[in-house]
């Protein structure tokens, strides 16, 4: 099971939260997409997943994986591997 908490913008094209859902399409990776509130306050389910506030964030079975940057470089491996 692939989940990505994700903020809550219309389009993929305006954040890194889009950059990713973009990146799991194009690789085929099915995935649930949960929208977060908008107040970092309001996010205690990603607090609890990844001990920070910030989205976006990619949980791959057990693996928890915080940051844009590095879901895509964990991607792109998954990619080339």
Do not use: F, N
Not at 4 to 25: E, M, N, S, W
């Amino acid at each position: 099971m692939v989940t990505l908490y994700r903020c809550k913008a219309r389009t993929d094209r305006i954040c890194r939260c889009g950059r990713v859902a973009r990146r799991l399409r194009a690789l085929g990776i099915e995935h649930e997409e949960i929208r977060v509130p908008l107040l970092k306050r309001d996010r205690s389910e990603v607090k609890e997943l990844s001990d920070q506030r910030w989205v976006p964030v990619l949980v791959l079975g057990d693996e928890v994986i915080s940051d844009s940057h590095r879901i895509l470089e964990h991607l792109d491996g998954l990619e080339r591997g």
